[in-house]
């Protein structure tokens, strides 16, 4: 059954954990982006000059669109001058150099006008729909429609080149994004034409051959393999891949289309049975940043990208709303506080744009006689890359989180994910406001009053069950459910080869790991005791539970193959949550581990 | 204390595994080679004809080098006309080409007359190393010395640019091996020069940095960091590395240089003790063919060259003679029932240049959406390739097989290598013959009759123990000795990673190995039962002997993930010797299994 999603501008996040990493998004992130976006020159390339000093990428307008998005749900929670007086310069710019036409893309009208619509995967329709959905953003937020209006006559123009006058040099775009940004214009305008034009993009893909991107990939890696409603198995660039599939569900939502919606449904099961790691970390290859063959889970060269996790919460969260499925809001909980979040580090400065599972320090100094790098992921996070589609994605998505936490329909309210937070749904013409307390993760303690009587059915967590516990409130009247939150090894399908032989640890819905400068010795020596006690603690520095489990080491002689001698050391392993690795410098990591 | 060697020459292979595998090498592999090898222009480049269809390689001249070398070998053995009559007609196309100096090499006369000894690194030198030992082998398989005078006048050559004038473009060689091949002609000839220069190359290499070869590699690359005395570990390209390592061993000896020997005694032990696959296999990264740092050592993507085995054969059999130690012999041992042996194709047509410890089928194959390739092993043998070192190099090697099975000194005779053969000393002037009988490696019982008095010291093998054990032979009593062989589990060192959590299996000197063909399911899922039994079999279509053990396989549940369930199913793994891997096409295999 389709629910409705409640959007977080009736949800505050009073306190907790999400509240918590809110307040770094306010008080550090965004100026932490903000500031190297413009050291970068990304916020200048919007004047448009060809003779800038610094040239723009192509990319560049998505980045900072997707910061103005975030930057935009921050204002619309509390008052932000100083960030609306940069977007408002952005907005003049753009409202400045675009062309007469509507088209906007700062790289193109500065460097390569003549080249406008030519190349499919030059990433500006890509633009165009971070553009878009900033402009929307920010409308929200602001009631200023000057960016909106300036988007409205660019989307104009696109539908009159790509759908009615068919002239550009491609017909779908390269990297998907403004199918999702056409969904969001149709939604705050009510204009079906760019609804249709949102289908147009989606429907259109595949039908006929396109030119393959690049002469290092086929069809598959931008999804043009075959048509949207054919497609059943994740396929290409996980990103891509994540937004196409996103706005696939958009539209079987919108248009009541059951293929569509089928579609989504066996692409979402093949990504959760077949294609993600136990982070919810998607891509399992650098190559194509790509979706790759069943159980091809690789740890140490995990790619993982921060930007498909995220893509893969869109996708699930339309998913939910599409059916009210619970394992949709399972998956979203699972890549929330593992594979999203690692990409932030805890004082909200770096990013991980590549989320490893695994890290061998030794490893990236091999090739000690050539001068080879086997392109292992960076050990830590970086405050900005060549490449920086993820800060900025991050957010704008930490910044839109209470989203996430509850949907609605006739029956009820379903609260998906657990915050402490201040909730104002409107169902049926009745306003009611949901007040929720809650430490999770640290445990599984949920509090809830509502300003009048109604159910709330409370997601059990995937590690506990299977089913929604119904709550019926009666107004004013606080009622707690509480479970226990178990401590739990976690073996992987036998199909995949990384996790053989291995456990993880997940406490909940954290997955835990070891870093090097937690253990001695080689972390891929360590075997847990099977039947370990998890001991619980709390790392002061990191400011994160810890877990401390019984284990082995293998005990050597000094050479380098011997009989079997089954010695073992007894020890101990510590474990922290896999979000917050990379703390600390370089160090080893696993979150697999063998055991015995 | 230091050993003769008795060279092949004086041993005859006469029945057993080894005599099976040379008359496989007269019959099918020295022609088979011969075939691509003329198939593919590398005998008539010889002709330096630079208008010839096929333009020649820079290091093709070595190659059939090496299999003039190996069919000398067989020669030396048993008439052989046909392979005389080839080898004769490159001696001719040599002489009628080689330039009135003395200076020979196919490609620089025919194709770039103008860069002769200008560039490090494009194998002249090692060209004309493996000349002289095909000219000088040749030499003393039929008497003809036409070859080797011309390549005496090529030496004088050399010796003239490089060690008297001076003005070449490079001091010593990128790629060693003429130094080895000096020390042959100066055994050969008594005379000394050949001996200086060889001991020049040697001596020289590091003492001034001369150009780093490529600008992706360091002068370690080419053990051109420091001089010769001053190296302690096993550094860059392996098998210029094993050359180099072996001719310091060589000028050690010749020189009694105390210096030397003691820089090759620590580079070996470095190798074996942190370098060196279970297979004897080096160079652990297709990067540089190189060594890299201490126990990384990848299953999948070893690299292990078949060459790198052999010259590690060679440096051994150099410090056997050197010092007398066992372990060097226990070393060729490995590397001979392993390493080597999984070069060649069962039915000793085809040839694997690159030697992996595993292989994933499905890891082929993961990219599925970009134009990329892990470049993973190749899974099967080739019968050429376009660097195609590794054929003629095994010719060769089997050729002279014969050389690795004694030593001996004043004190008597050194059983090194086993094999059914019958020797010929001459001891302080004493002839003696010495008929060995053995099934090895099915069992260690040997039975060994002399013609004369004599004391033969048996080496027990590394897997039974650290001596050998001294047969005191009556003349015409035969004595056997006997040892179970055992088979047993063997483990990594804790500090690799690769074999972290498994173990390998080991029945005598042979490594096993399971292949996907003869087990179901994963490989990676099997774990062996680490009390099994080991039952003994006999595979008829590879005619190789088989071991079978208890195993568990996880069950699965279907899903990605799931709490940890220990439901094993019981089951049994077949494994084959290593050496016999890939001879029924494509298939998983690995050394390393899990066990519990």
Same mark, same amino acid.
């Given at each position: $059954?389709?629910?409705?999603?409640? +959007? ?5 996040? =009073? ?63 509390? /008052? %932000? ?18 062309? /007469?036409?509507?088209?906007?893309? @700062? ?14 995967? &030059?990433?500006?329709?890509? &633009? ?11 409308? %929200? ?16 123009? *696109? ?44 429907? %259109? ?92 889970? /690789? ?22 709303? !599409? =059916? ?8 979203? %909980? ?8 690692? +990409?932030? +580090? ?51 998505? #930490? ?34 406001? #949901?007040?929720?307390? =809650? ?27 299977? +089913? ?37 640890? $997940? ?5 835990? &790991? ?8 080689? !972390?891929?020596?360590?075997? *847990? ?18 877990? =401390?489990?019984?284990?082995? $080491? ?10 079997? @001698? ?31």
């Amino acid at each position: $059954m389709e629910h409705k999603v409640l +959007s977080f501008e009736n949800v505050n996040i =009073t306190g907790g954990f999400w509240n918590a990493r809110q307040n770094i998004l306010r008080e550090t992130t965004v100026w932490a982006v903000y500031k190297r976006f413009k050291e970068t020159g990304r916020f200048d390339a919007f004047k448009c000059d060809k003779n800038a000093k610094i040239k723009p990428h192509i990319y560049w307008d998505s980045d900072v669109a997707k910061w103005i998005e975030g930057a935009a749900y921050l204002i619309k929670k509390s /008052p %932000e001058p100083e960030l609306e007086k940069i977007i408002d310069g952005v907005v003049d710019d753009i409202e400045k150099n675009q062309l /007469p036409c509507g088209y906007f893309n @700062s790289f193109y009208i500065a460097i390569e006008p003549q080249n406008i619509f030519k190349n499919r995967d &030059c990433h500006e329709l890509y &633009c165009a729909g971070h553009l878009i959905e900033a402009a929307v953003a920010y409308a %929200e937020a602001t009631g200023k429609t000057k960016f909106v209006d300036l988007m409205i006559k660019y989307v104009d123009y *696109i539908e009159y080149r790509f759908k009615i006058k068919g002239d550009t040099g491609f017909k779908t775009p390269g990297h998907e994004e403004i199918e999702l940004a056409l969904v969001r214009l149709y939604k705050f305008t009510g204009e079906r034409k760019f609804l249709d034009l949102a289908r147009f993009f989606v429907l %259109e893909r595949g039908k006929e051959c396109e030119n393959a991107l690049t002469d290092w990939s086929n069809e598959s890696y931008l999804q043009s393999h075959i048509e949207a409603k054919k497609q059943e198995t994740a396929m290409g660039h996980s990103v891509r891949a994540t937004y196409f599939y996103s706005s696939m569900a958009d539209i079987a939502l919108l248009d009541g289309d059951t293929e569509l919606k089928g579609a989504c449904e066996k692409i979402f099961d093949d990504i959760i049975t077949h294609k993600m790691y136990i982070t919810g970390g998607i891509g399992s290859t650098r190559h194509g940043e790509a979706f790759t063959i069943d159980y091809d889970l /690789p740890t140490e060269t995990a790619y993982s990208e921060s930007c498909a996790a995220i893509g893969l919460v869109f996708f699930a969260q339309r998913m939910l709303a !599409l =059916t009210g499925k619970k394992k949709y809001a399972d998956l979203i %909980e699972r890549v929330l506080y593992n594979g999203f979040l690692s +990409s932030i +580090s805890l004082d909200g400065k770096s990013f991980f744009y590549v989320n490893p599972l695994e890290i061998v320090k030794k490893n990236h100094t091999r090739h000690v006689s050539v001068n080879y790098s086997d392109n292992l992921p960076p050990m830590t996070r970086f405050e900005v890359f060549e490449c920086s589609c993820c800060p900025p994605n991050i957010v704008r998505f #930490l910044g839109s989180f209470g989203s996430l936490l509850y949907t609605y329909n006739d029956d009820g309210i379903y609260l998906q994910q657990f915050a402490s937070s201040e909730a104002k749904f409107n169902i049926n013409g009745k306003e009611i406001t #949901l007040v929720e307390k =809650t430490s999770y993760p640290e445990n599984v303690k949920i509090s809830l009053v509502s300003s009048e009587d109604v159910t709330v059915f409370v997601r059990v967590p995937e590690y506990l069950g299977n +089913s929604y516990v119904p709550i019926n409130l009666t107004a004013g009247i606080e009622k707690t459910i509480e479970f226990e939150m178990p401590t739990m090894l976690i073996e992987g399908n036998p199909a995949i080869l990384s996790t053989a032989g291995k456990v993880a640890i $997940m406490r909940g819905p954290v997955v835990y &790991c070891m870093e090097g400068c937690d253990n001695e010795g080689e !972390l891929f020596n360590i075997r *847990i005791n099977k039947d370990t006690d998890f001991i619980h603690g709390f790392d002061k520095e990191l400011g994160v539970p810890t877990i =401390t489990v019984d284990a082995y $080491m293998k005990k050597g002689n000094g050479a380098l193959y011997s009989p079997m @001698s089954y010695e073992r050391q007894k020890t101990q392993a510590k474990l922290i949550p896999y979000y917050a690795f990379a703390n600390r410098g370089e160090n080893d990591m696993q979150v697999w581990t063998l055991f015995e």
